[in-house]
């Protein structure tokens, strides 16, 4: 993939990896990014002026509508999306704490929302050339986190419809890709990051995950997801007991 001369979509884009990532993209491609935040949107911009920043939330069916069709209309020029925008409930599935809450919100925002989003853009990019869909999963998806029950669930759905989207177009002009996290310092951890797994800075993942796109992977490992996905194979229990360390199961 030429990441230059695009024009790029971004999620989640006004803080964290999707900002660190529209950092990188911005002195070659026109990159717009999208949030809730009016106020964050605003300091992104500020940091860098070049960015083009919409209002939305990706979860509400009638903004999202509406931010394809200002999107489409404003930039026809788009070839590249990028499914960034994440967050987590923090859910106990034995006294149900988090869970409804989980349950609608994360599915919504992690999974009913990026593919929504590639089904409204899909005509449009099946038009552009050197068009991209990238969807930013996590290596949660080989192996949950029991008090990330529904962000896991979501990921790995939307991991499975990365799949199959990708071999949808095969033989088209759209590429289908997905990158899969590690743990990453971010304001998505909410001052509580894990201290079992070392994290790595949004910009050492947005610089890999970039890589890997220039490559033309279609699936990119960024850290210990790869290990994810070999204990998943290999030594699920144990993969299991090292994600959730600090949460063991009843009777263990």
């Given at each position: 993939?030429?990441?230059a001369g695009n024009?790029?979509?971004?999620?989640?884009?006004?803080?964290?990896?999707?900002?660190?990532m529209?950092?990188r993209?911005?002195?070659?491609?026109?990159v717009?990014?999208?949030g809730?935040s009016?106020?964050?949107?605003?300091r992104a911009k500020?940091?860098l002026?070049?960015?083009?920043?919409?209002?939305?939330?990706?979860?509400d069916e009638?903004?999202?509508r509406?931010?394809v069709?200002r999107?489409?209309?404003?930039?026809?020029?788009l070839?590249i999306?990028?499914n960034?925008a994440?967050?987590?409930?923090p859910?106990?599935?034995?006294?149900?704490?988090g869970?409804?809450a989980?349950?609608?919100y994360d599915?919504?925002?992690?999974?009913t929302?990026?593919?929504?989003?590639?089904?409204?853009?899909?005509?449009?990019?099946?038009?552009?050339p050197r068009a991209?869909?990238v969807?930013?999963?996590t290596?949660?998806?080989y192996?949950?986190k029991?008090?990330?029950?529904?962000?896991?669930?979501?990921?790995?759905a939307l991991?499975?419809?990365?799949?199959?989207?990708r071999?949808?177009?095969q033989?088209a002009p759209l590429?289908?890709?997905?990158?899969?996290?590690?743990?990453?310092?971010?304001?998505?951890?909410?001052?509580k990051?894990?201290?079992?797994i070392?994290?790595?800075?949004?910009?050492?993942?947005?610089?890999?995950?970039?890589?890997?796109?220039?490559?033309?992977k279609?699936q990119?490992?960024?850290g210990?997801?790869?290990l994810?996905r070999?204990?998943?194979?290999?030594a699920?229990?144990r993969g299991?007991?090292i994600?959730?360390?600090?949460?063991?199961?009843?009777?263990?």
């Amino acid at each position: 993939m030429k990441l230059a001369g695009n024009t790029i979509l971004i999620t989640g884009g006004s803080e964290g990896i999707g900002f660190a990532m529209a950092r990188r993209l911005l002195p070659h491609n026109t990159v717009i990014v999208c949030g809730r935040s009016q106020e964050k949107l605003r300091r992104a911009k500020v940091e860098l002026p070049g960015l083009v920043t919409e209002v939305c939330d990706v979860t509400d069916e009638h903004e999202r509508r509406e931010l394809v069709a200002r999107v489409v209309d404003r930039h026809p020029e788009l070839n590249i999306l990028i499914n960034n925008a994440g967050a987590k409930t923090p859910t106990n599935l034995l006294t149900g704490e988090g869970v409804a809450a989980g349950l609608a919100y994360d599915t919504a925002l992690n999974f009913t929302a990026p593919a929504a989003l590639c089904g409204a853009l899909l005509p449009h990019m099946m038009s552009r050339p050197r068009a991209a869909i990238v969807n930013m999963t996590t290596g949660l998806v080989y192996l949950p986190k029991a008090e990330q029950a529904f962000y896991s669930a979501a990921k790995a759905a939307l991991h499975s419809y990365s799949q199959s989207l990708r071999w949808a177009l095969q033989g088209a002009p759209l590429s289908v890709h997905e990158v899969l996290l590690t743990l990453v310092d971010t304001n998505f951890h909410q001052g509580k990051l894990p201290t079992n797994i070392p994290a790595i800075s949004a910009d050492e993942a947005a610089r890999v995950s970039l890589e890997g796109l220039q490559q033309d992977k279609p699936q990119i490992h960024v850290g210990k997801a790869a290990l994810a996905r070999w204990m998943a194979l290999l030594a699920p229990q144990r993969g299991m007991a090292i994600v959730n360390q600090g949460h063991p199961g009843v009777g263990t």
